[in-house]
């Protein structure tokens, strides 16, 4: 027992080796690593357990239809299966970048009182974790005010806050303000910014709301019809049942 649990942990170190060591790819350790990191990474995998995650969950749908013998299901639940995992990271991510994107205008709000009134951009930054309620956002603008706090260089900082994030609205902020250290102009580029930032979240805002109005309408369509459906129903089959009583008669 003991020599196959250890069996099985030096596989993993090989295989977790082998991963480290390629560093092109598509299987490269930071490759995967740097694609986990971008989407939040919720599910907290590895390297490692996200390639076992693609290669075993198709595995498992396939041979539980296999035994089924629906061939054709285990062969398209095997293709599906492949991609879940990625499905899983991408729209939890975009679950994310919905509110980050609101959020992230109450930060530029932030900044720009804080600068107008005579505050670094660099201290300010310090604080835009304490406006920010979504807790992958929350958690990487502390990290960023920790690492600002601790090294004081902002750029580097700044680098690996955007790291976390696969959106341009954060490579703006990022950018913005870097550019703002350079040229000093920090509250133009925050208000610019900032202005063109919740122009498209309203948009954005909007369109979600018709997306509601649609589904609304849709549902209270398909309601009307199921209705009538059953009316219709009833109503033929009285009408079936009066007049096979008088045929009958």
Known sequence: MKGDMQEEKNSYKRFNNYLRKNEEGYFSYKRIEKYLKKLGNPLELTPFGYIIGKLLIPVILFIAFLISNDY???????????????????????QDMKVIKLELGDVYDLLNIQTSAGVFIGNALTECYLVASNKRFKMKLAELSAEINMTKNIEKALDNFQSNFNS??????????????????????????????????????????????????????????????IILYITGAELIKSWTGIFIK
């Open 72 to 94: 054709i299901l285990a062969v398209i639940s095997a293709a599906f299966g492949y991609f879940i995992l990625d499905s899983i990271l991408r729209t939890k991510d975009k």
């Open 168 to 229: 341009s609205e954060i490579d703006n902020f990022v950018i913005t303000i870097k550019q703002s250290l350079i040229t000093g102009q920090t509250e133009e580029a925050l208000e610019d910014i900032s202005d063109s930032l919740k122009e498209r979240n309203l948009i954005a805002i909007q369109e979600d709301t018709k997306k509601v109005n649609s589904t609304a309408n849709i549902i209270q369509l398909l309601m009307y019809m199921g209705i009538m459906t």
